[in-house]
């Protein structure tokens, strides 16, 4: 049905239209699934060093939930491939969220350490599953603009859901929030029975192996990965590298990071679909090191504000184009491959940043940490100089 709508749009010599009724429905568990995840991304780490889990338990926690996420993002295309979207996305969101009620009556460190595993791999089946069917749902002459509006559908509720699951932990507790973050990707499951089962798609299907192969969907996909190697560390370490006195500091700065990344993509969507997204990579790994750098100043509010914002639009821009890119040097056959390997970027490099940065830190002092973590992104220049639109490599 909206592959026939567009077509007719096209002949008719108009734009197609952006937002259709499955888009809509799809929104619902864009959202579900966004502040299910959200809401506890640090509330956890919390309850895992409150809960005396150790010196690293807030990296092992953060890890734990990004590495069952990397895992079962490389399976989620064949299980689609098998049982399409709806089936797929049920699963997914009973995964997410079903398993933080458990955090309710065990606070146990291996406890928490199952429910980030099997909750990550909730987390893969939604996004990639969910990924997929969205970009078979928007019009190929307007990806940059219809990626960015599902950036803020989903960055809405990061940007809500992030700091309030902080400030609720020191005004109700634990519980109340691990329940709010249940429900959350439960309900969603009501919207899921509207949405297409399978997406008609031509060409010979692309497997992930292949795309870990090609050179023009791993590039971007590097750059994406350096990205979210600060992410992962910024919303697992920033409530702990602050000082206790700067309190309401860390709320600031969770809110700021993701409003800053949702204006962000949305720039970069409709800035991409006139002159391309491949000019906007380099830029953007360039400013997401520079506010990485900008945090180390952890004992200046100013410095955290201004790095967490310099970082966030840094990031959001990179959202955008290299998923832009990814999606535009494939047939729609390839979208599941592009979905699982931009996802797998982003929460590899989420994983990795959290255990490496918090052994790093243990040794270092977060200062110095943060100021590595910026070097190190600074490593995918080389694909993302590749990239350039002058390029011929």
């Known amino acids: 049905m909206t592959t026939t709508i567009n077509s007719q749009a096209r002949a008719a010599g108009s734009r197609p239209p952006l937002v259709t009724r499955p888009l809509l429905l799809r929104f619902v568990s864009i959202i579900g699934a966004s502040t299910s995840f959200y809401l506890l991304l640090s509330v956890v780490p919390l309850y895992a060093e409150a809960s005396g889990g150790g010196g690293n338990a807030a990296g092992l926690a953060t890890g734990a939930l990004m590495l069952a996420t990397v895992a079962g993002e490389l399976a989620t295309p064949r299980f689609v491939a098998r049982f399409g979207y709806r089936l797929a996305l049920v699963a997914g969101l009973v995964l997410l969220g079903a398993p933080a009620l458990v955090l309710t009556v065990s606070g146990g460190m291996a406890w928490i350490v199952a429910v980030c595993l099997v909750r990550g791999l909730g987390f893969a089946v939604t996004v990639v599953a969910g990924g997929a069917l969205t970009a078979s749902l928007i019009p190929p002459e307007r990806r940059g603009e219809g990626l960015a509006l599902i950036g803020i559908v989903s960055g809405v509720p990061s940007l809500l859901a992030l700091p309030l699951g902080v400030w609720l932990v020191h005004h109700v507790g634990y519980a109340p929030v691990c329940i709010a973050g249940a429900l959350a990707a439960l309900a969603a499951i009501v919207s899921v029975p509207g949405l297409p089962g399978r997406e008609p798609a031509s060409g010979r299907p692309i497997g992930v192996l292949a795309g870990f192969r090609t050179a023009a969907l791993l590039r971007p996909a590097v750059v994406f990965a350096a990205t979210t190697l600060a992410a992962g560390i910024i919303v697992t370490f920033l409530p702990l590298a602050v000082p206790s006195a700067s309190g309401g500091l860390v709320a600031v700065a969770l809110f700021v990071q993701p409003a800053a990344s949702t204006v962000a993509r949305w720039l970069a969507g409709r800035h991409g679909d006139r002159h391309g997204p491949a000019g906007l990579v380099l830029p953007a790994l ?9 945090i180390s100043l952890n004992s200046s509010p100013v410095a955290v504000v201004a790095g967490v914002a310099l ?10 184009a290299t998923l832009s890119l990814m999606y535009a040097r494939v047939p729609a056959s390839g979208y599941g491959t592009v979905s699982a390997l931009w996802n797998f970027a982003s929460d590899a490099g989420m994983g990795v940043g959290a255990l490496a940065f918090g052994a790093l830190a243990g040794g270092t002092g977060y200062p110095p940490a943060f100021a590595v973590t910026a070097a190190l992104m600074l490593t995918a220049l080389a694909p993302a100089w590749r990239d350039r639109p002058d390029s011929k490599g």
């Open 311 to 320: 970082f966030g639009i840094g990031f959001g821009v990179a959202q955008n």
């Open 286 to 294: 360039v400013v997401s090191a520079a506010g990485t750098l900008l």
